[in-house]
């Protein structure tokens, strides 16, 4: 099996079930982001929606129908033993195929975290049924180990959109919309991730230096990503001639290149965030929010206001007052 390195990248041109039993050890990937073949003709996509793939890289190698769950199983398998405990897998799917790698995922001890969906603006025109505009993306984790989740690594937890919402949590939503990217007159592959799309998932489930593996490379754009994002990364491709156009452009990427256009967000984390609580100040906290309801204000202003004075987040006072009226029922009842 030919490989190449590229800095402390390694890539493989073979196939990924042989390949990654071979060349990448037991536990040893952070983390996996893959797009697998889609198993309905994708070598005749033109055919279906009426592309130009004039600048297309010829030598997509599809996988029959018939062969979709043994393969999914397989590779899903393959992806199991590499990841580390505490690793994460997203695989990247259309609805056709869906099943079969979903019941690939339940063959595993992998453990579901989040079922994504990525909307792109357009779709595919259609006369007699609903537009389909959308991919499933499966974010799973190998258990045994502590995940990596960036909390605040694109958006701080108290940064506010125009409307008063948090940015954070409008960042972590299931549904994600993401353009897809046009190459118009540059070589590129049968089904490119974009790198908005790979950057937002490589950025919340991996650090600078983790190792981040795609079994698919296919246009390379997960590893050319992870590159940019100062990853290391490693991955297989069958096609010959897609896996020298992918060489060929990843070499080109400076390691670190896209962390200078990355968004810097604004955390301002409450002074004694994730300290414990001591009796004495939650009996503290229970007599101040008395005093601030007597004078009238509700309890989301005085939650709000208790967290200024507590160095606290407001669900971190709202807790803590349920905990608080809790133990001072228990000590009512153990003196009655």
Same mark, same amino acid.
Request: proline share 4%.
């Given at each position: 099996?030919?490989?190449?390195?590229?800095?402390?990248?390694?890539?493989?041109?073979?196939?990924?079930?042989?390949?990654?039993?071979?060349?990448?050890?037991?536990?040893?990937?952070?983390?996996?982001?893959? %797009?697998?073949?889609?198993?309905?003709?994708?070598? *005749?996509?033109?055919?279906? @929606?009426?592309?130009?793939?004039?600048?297309?890289? %010829?030598?997509?190698?599809?996988?029959?129908?018939?062969?979709?769950?043994?393969?999914?199983?397989?590779?899903?398998?393959?992806?199991? *033993?590499?990841? *580390?405990?505490?690793?994460?897998?997203?695989?990247?799917?259309? @609805?056709?195929?869906?099943?079969?790698?979903?019941?690939?995922?339940?063959?595993?001890?992998?453990?579901?975290?989040?079922?994504?969906?990525?909307? @792109?603006?357009?779709?595919?025109?259609?006369? *007699?049924?609903?537009?389909?505009?959308?991919?499933?993306?499966?974010?799973?984790?190998?258990?045994?180990?502590?995940?990596?989740?960036?909390?605040?690594?694109?958006?701080?937890?108290?940064?506010?959109?125009?409307?008063?919402?948090?940015?954070?949590?409008?960042?972590?939503?299931?549904?994600?919309?993401?353009?897809?990217?046009?190459?118009?007159?540059?070589?590129?592959?049968?089904?490119?991730?974009?790198?908005?799309?790979?950057?937002?998932?490589?950025?919340?489930?991996?650090?600078?230096?983790?190792?981040?593996?795609?079994?698919?490379?296919?246009?390379?754009?997960?590893?050319?990503?992870?590159?940019?994002?100062?990853?290391?990364?490693?991955?297989?491709?069958?096609?010959?001639?897609?896996?020298?156009?992918?060489?060929?452009?990843?070499?080109?990427?400076?390691?670190?290149?896209?962390?200078?256009?990355?968004?810097?967000?604004?955390?301002?984390?409450?002074?004694?965030?994730?300290?414990?609580?001591?009796?004495?100040?939650?009996?503290?906290?229970?007599?101040?929010?008395?005093?601030?309801?007597?004078?009238?204000?509700?309890?989301?202003?005085?939650?709000?206001?208790?967290?200024?004075?507590?160095?606290?987040?407001?669900?971190?006072?709202?807790?803590?007052?349920?905990?608080?009226?809790?133990?001072?029922?228990?000590?009512?009842?153990?003196?009655?």
């Amino acid at each position: 099996m030919k490989s190449v390195t590229i800095g402390s990248n390694l890539f493989y041109n073979g196939d990924c079930i042989c390949g990654s039993a071979e060349h990448i050890a037991t536990d040893s990937v952070d983390l996996i982001i893959t %797009d697998p073949p889609y198993g309905i003709h994708g070598d *005749r996509m033109d055919r279906h @929606y009426n592309r130009d793939e004039e600048f297309v890289v %010829d030598g997509y190698v599809e996988v029959p129908e018939e062969e979709y769950g043994t393969f999914s199983e397989r590779w899903i398998r393959e992806a199991e *033993r590499i990841l *580390r405990p505490g690793g994460s897998l997203y695989i990247v799917s259309g @609805y056709t195929n869906l099943y079969h790698i979903l019941h690939a995922l339940r063959q595993t001890s992998l453990v579901e975290v989040n079922h994504i969906i990525w909307k @792109y603006p357009f779709g595919v025109y259609t006369s *007699r049924k609903y537009v389909s505009s959308h991919y499933h993306i499966l974010f799973y984790e190998k258990p045994g180990g502590k995940r990596t989740f960036n909390l605040e690594v694109r958006f701080g937890r108290e940064e506010r959109a125009e409307d008063g919402g948090c940015l954070n949590y409008l960042d972590r939503e299931d549904v994600w919309t993401i353009n897809r990217e046009y190459k118009p007159g540059r070589t590129k592959n049968k089904n490119e991730l974009p790198t908005a799309l790979l950057t937002k998932m490589i950025q919340y489930s991996s650090n600078e230096g983790d190792l981040v593996c795609d079994l698919f490379l296919g246009g390379f754009s997960t590893a050319i990503a992870a590159t940019g994002l100062n990853r290391r990364c490693v991955g297989f491709e069958v096609s010959e001639k897609i896996f020298e156009a992918g060489v060929r452009e990843t070499a080109t990427v400076r390691p670190g290149e896209l962390l200078e256009t990355l968004r810097c967000p604004v955390v301002r984390g409450p002074a004694n965030l994730r300290k414990r609580w001591r009796p004495e100040d939650l009996r503290r906290l229970r007599t101040r929010y008395r005093e601030l309801t007597k004078k009238g204000a509700t309890k989301k202003v005085a939650v709000e206001t208790l967290a200024g004075e507590f160095g606290r987040g407001r669900w971190a006072i709202t807790y803590a007052l349920e905990r608080a009226g809790v133990e001072s029922r228990r000590k009512k009842r153990g003196t009655e």
